[in-house]
């Protein structure tokens, strides 16, 4: 079973940035499609980003222009660097991981990125 591990969440001020990062376990990575949803309190689910296996990436609409996906696969990892960060950017933000072969996926425990003065 894929494990998925998040971190780099935190307290930032509007105009910050920051740089999230999920760990995966297991020797098949390459083969997963992953990316990042969020959800705020009170809020639905939404799609962030994601980045297929080979290297394609897709973005919300309204994050596009201050958030960059990119994964390296010989560590395992993804990453989601998020730029000019808005009250509104507060949520969890949850890693997740599509074995593309099997349809199954993935999900992390979450991160916490609270964006206040």
Request: aromatic content about 10%; glycine content about 12%; hydrophobic content about 30%.
């Amino acid at each position: 079973q894929v494990q998925l591990v998040e971190s780099g969440g935190g307290l930032v001020q509007p105009g910050g940035s920051l740089r999230l990062s999920c760990a995966a376990s297991g020797s098949i990575f390459s083969i997963y499609r992953m990316g990042w949803y969020r959800q705020a309190p009170g809020n639905q689910r939404e799609l962030v980003a994601y980045i297929s296996s080979g290297g394609n990436t897709n973005y919300a609409d309204s994050m596009k222009g201050r958030v960059a996906i990119s994964r390296d696969n010989g560590k395992n990892t993804v990453n989601l660097q998020v730029n000019s960060l808005k009250p509104e950017d507060t949520a969890i933000y949850y890693c997740f991981a599509r074995n593309t072969a099997t349809r199954i996926d993935y999900w992390g425990q979450g991160t916490q990125v609270t964006v206040s003065s």
